[in-house]
């Protein structure tokens, strides 16, 4: 896609909430002007040493994806956050963060980059680490070494030139753990060479880390 014709300015939203509300949130949205999403299934994490004894840490979570112009995520955010109650501890988390285009979607239309848009230092950022399965818990371990509180973890799948093995010659696309983490803007860095040390991402096939700005939230609680 040329962006050189003028930026788009797409926010893309993710909302992460309890299990069997995520289709809730996207039939909500899509009536305030939002007009499709993807659910996808993960589960939360947290530090406490009593919920980890009770085996109660791992918690079903739903994330809901969408995207639209900026001036509807705006809209709708207002409104959502009004009937989901977000600012409420234990009703979800709620974020954006910027893209510069959406391919495959017919339903926005190009528009210009605000000037100066960005130029501020984010308050948060999202950290998500693509890992081979089995390896997310030992993300999320890295990560809260580094001060994080706690992530979603997410089942996907991938393949790249060094992401295959052979089974009887056969190419086999190996399962992958998707991690998100959302930092303050402060301890990313440090939660980013944590899991780079820790999970040697440096090293080809080990995985893959990429951060995003957050641009506007709800839901979170230091």
Do not use: W
């Not at 109660?56 to 509807?72: F, M, P, Q």
């Not at 803007?185 to 951060?211: R, Y």
Request: charged content about 25%.
């Amino acid at each position: 896609m040329n962006t050189n014709m003028g930026i788009p300015v797409f926010e893309l939203i993710y909302v992460v909430v309890n299990y069997g509300m995520g289709s809730k949130v996207l039939h909500a949205a899509k009536k305030y002007g939002i007009r499709g999403g993807t659910i996808l299934l993960g589960k939360g994490t947290v530090k406490n040493s009593f919920l980890n004894f009770l085996s109660l840490y791992d918690e079903s979570r739903e994330i809901v994806l969408l995207g639209a112009d900026k001036t509807t995520v705006d809209y709708a955010l207002d409104i959502l956050n009004r009937e989901f109650k977000f600012e409420k501890p234990n009703h979800g988390i709620v974020f954006t963060t910027s893209a510069c285009g959406i391919v495959g979607s017919r339903c926005y239309k190009r528009e210009e980059m605000e000037e100066g848009r960005g130029v501020n230092k984010p308050m948060y950022q999202v950290i998500i680490t693509i890992v081979n399965r089995g390896k997310a818990e030992e993300v999320i371990d890295a990560a809260n070494a580094a001060g994080s509180k706690g992530g979603t973890i997410i089942n996907a799948r991938g393949s790249g030139i060094n992401e295959t093995s052979k089974l009887f010659h056969m190419d086999i696309e190996p399962e992958k753990e998707m991690v998100m983490i959302l930092s303050g803007g402060d301890v990313t860095e440090a939660i980013v060479t944590s899991i780079q040390e820790k999970l040697e991402i440096d090293k080809p096939g080990n995985g893959i880390i990429f951060i995003q700005d957050v641009t506007k939230a709800y839901g979170i609680y230091e």
